[in-house]
């Protein structure tokens, strides 16, 4: 073979590799990414001082390169705490064939996973993941699922009472908002409660307003000290009432998380969850650029807000102990 020939070979095989080159990246530059979204809570709004998680969602995958109406197109479903509506739901999604699906709340989790094996699944929220079976273990799911958790485990709702107890001296009967959505394990609540010394009055099934109402004025007539609200979906549909009620039945109250607190509510610990949605967003960043989920593992949160409100503190009558106020992440004046 000649000088001449084996030069228009070699010109013809960089013309081939660059062409299939430029083929790649006009696929990767053309290439629009589906995601479905689904929360079994109610729609996620912004308040007056924190954006809605989903703002901080949307803005993470923006830093990443995914931007709506260019490469990315995001499917929000929302069930309102509605079980009956997660099923539905979520075969929607599906049907969609989107390239992830990111799922709030251990029941939006799980009605994901009842409709698919394939489609990688990303928790943005979810309490203790491998106790609620979502996964097999947090550092190597080795399924389909993996993303952030809101809790590593039941040990918070023990931590809240406590944070309750010390903010508040003197406290013996805490009653427990629950509802027909409620997660909650009473189990480890109860063991926490009698480690110190409190007396738990957990309510029955709560979710219209009025049964919020009868919840609350049953709650004097059993002679409460305090409320701790969890954070189940309902109970987030019905934050502002939760708020009101107490502060009408003159109630100091804990919740799970600062939009409680922001909205008039006493004081709250939990994880931000804004922070929390941020991360999720880079899991799906890091399994769109082909990393398998069930080798990513699943994160914790590193740190929980306690966040106080002052005001309410004194319309209630009450003081923050020093020590809480040295504790606290935030207090409101």
């Known amino acids: 073979m ?25 696929d990767q530059v053309d290439r629009v990414y589906r ?55 979520a075969n929607e999604l599906v049907q969609l064939k989107p390239d992830i699906i990111v799922a709030s709340g251990a029941n939006a989790v799980r009605a994901v996973m009842r409709e698919t094996l394939e489609i990688p699944i990303v928790i943005a929220g979810a309490p203790d993941p491998v106790g609620q079976g979502l996964v097999s273990n947090l550092a190597k799911p080795d399924a389909n699922v993996t ?5 590593p485990g039941r040990e918070v709702e ?40 409190i007396t738990l009055l957990l309510s029955g099934e709560t979710e219209s307003p009025d049964e919020f109402r009868d919840t ?69 960043d890091r399994i769109l650029k082909g990393a398998p989920p069930g080798e990513l593992p699943v994160e914790q949160p590193i740190h929980f807000e306690f966040v106080l409100n002052n005001r309410t503190a004194k319309f209630l009558g009450l003081s923050f102990p020093a020590r809480s106020l040295m504790r606290a992440d935030e207090v409101i004046r």
């Open 2 to 26: 000649g000088v001449v020939d084996r030069a228009k070979i070699a010109l013809l095989v960089l013309v081939v590799t660059t062409s299939v080159m430029a083929v790649g990246q006009s």
């Open 35 to 89: 995601i479905g979204f689904l929360a079994f809570g109610p729609r996620l709004e912004s308040t007056a001082t924190t954006a809605s998680p989903l703002v901080a969602f949307r803005q993470t995958l923006r830093e990443r390169g995914y931007v709506e109406g260019e490469n990315l197109i995001l499917d929000e479903r929302w069930a309102e705490a509605r079980l009956n509506r997660l099923p539905f739901l």
């Open 158 to 197: 023990g931590k809240r009472l406590q944070l309750l107890q010390q903010a508040i001296p003197g406290i013996t009967r805490v009653a427990v908002i629950m509802d027909s959505t409620s997660q909650l394990d009473s189990m480890p609540l109860q063991s926490a409660a009698r480690d110190l010394g």
């Open 216 to 284: 609350f004025a049953e709650m004097v007539r059993d002679r409460a000290d305090a409320v701790y609200a969890p954070e189940t979906p309902i109970n987030v549909r019905q934050r502002r009432l939760l708020v009101d009620l107490a502060l009408e039945h003159r109630l100091p109250a804990i919740y799970g998380s600062r939009e409680y607190v922001e909205a008039g509510g006493l004081m709250s610990y939990g994880p931000n969850y804004s922070e929390l949605f941020s991360r999720a967003a880079i899991y799906v």
């Open 147 to 151: 993303g952030v958790a809101s809790t």
